[in-house]
Nanobody, 130 residues
Framework: QVQLEESGGASVQAGGSVNVSCTVS????????VGWFRQAPGKEREGVAG???????FYVDSVKGRFTVTQDRVKNTVYLQMISLKPEDSAMYYC????????????????????????RGQGTQVTVSS
């Protein structure tokens, strides 16, 4: 059974940094699409960043220049480095993966699709205080 486990969430002040990670276990196939989305209380899920097998990345405009998504396929882990955090970045952060390359390449290479990837973890909380 495939499991995704996020870790690294924290409470920081505005301007601070947090690095979260997500480890995928139990998989016998390749997840071509990997991404992060977040959800704050009372708000819709929002795709934040994505990366696919070729290493190409994409981000929602609000985090460009502040967030960086990377992956280590040997460790089956994906990372989200977040700097210059703002109170509006506060949310539960989830990693998500999908085997369908069509969901993260070409016209589909947008953060809008990330919350719809096939599998997701339980999330890790990031809180940014002003």
């Amino acid at each position: 059974q495939v499991q995704l486990e996020e870790s690294g969430g924290a409470s920081v002040q505005a301007g601070g940094s947090v690095n979260v990670s997500c480890t995928v276990s139990g998989a016998t196939y390749i997840f071509y699409c990997v991404g992060w989305f977040r959800q704050a209380p009372g708000k819709e899920r929002e795709g934040v960043a994505g990366i696919y097998t070729a290493g190409s990345t994409f981000y929602v405009d609000s985090v460009k220049g502040r967030f960086t998504v990377t992956q280590d396929r040997v460790k089956n882990t994906v990372y989200l480095q977040m700097i210059s955090l703002k109170p509006e970045d506060s949310a539960m952060y989830y990693c998500a993966v999908d085997m369908d390359l069509k969901k993260c390449t070409g016209p589909a290479a947008t953060t809008t699709n990330v919350p719809n990837y096939k599998l997701r973890g339980q999330g890790t909380q990031v809180t940014v205080s002003s």
